[in-house]
């Protein structure tokens, strides 16, 4: 289970590089279109803040490469830090809504592996 999620961990973490991309106007899709607001539109961040937001965005695609890492290698902190890096997703999905949507069911998936592997002791 342990490397199932180190998998996971790793995919939910380059799917983070979109919104990097995307707020750095380094790619632009038609899912992922360049725009200064979140919140559904309800808050313009402007173009330093919206800046500021991906470079969020790929703190926590590292975040979960590292997480990934320690479960690979199996160190005593990757698990706590993955529950940390996974709530940290979920508020950037939150913020970034609607596009980010599918982040939080991701998200809501990956904890609550974290939380049956714990109980159960397979991670």
């Given amino acids: 289970m342990r490397i199932a999620l180190a998998l996971a961990l790793v995919l939910h973490g380059t799917a983070h590089l979109v919104g990097f991309a995307e707020s750095w106007q380094l790619a632009a899709t038609e899912h992922a279109p360049f725009k200064t607001t979140v919140l559904s539109g309800r808050l313009d961040l402007g173009l330093v803040g919206i800046r500021v937001g991906g470079i969020l965005w790929l703190l926590v695609a590292l975040a979960f490469g590292l997480v990934a890492a320690g479960a ?14 996974a709530i940290a997703s979920v508020v950037l999905s939150v913020v970034w809504w609607p596009e980010s949507r599918m982040g939080v069911a991701v998200n809501a998936v990956l904890i609550t592996a974290l939380l049956v592997g714990r109980q159960f002791g397979f991670i």
Avoid: D, G, K, Q
Avoid at 79 to 85: I, K, L, Q
């Fill in 72 to 85: 690979l290698t199996r160190a005593e902190w990757w698990v706590p830090m993955a529950f940390t890096t």
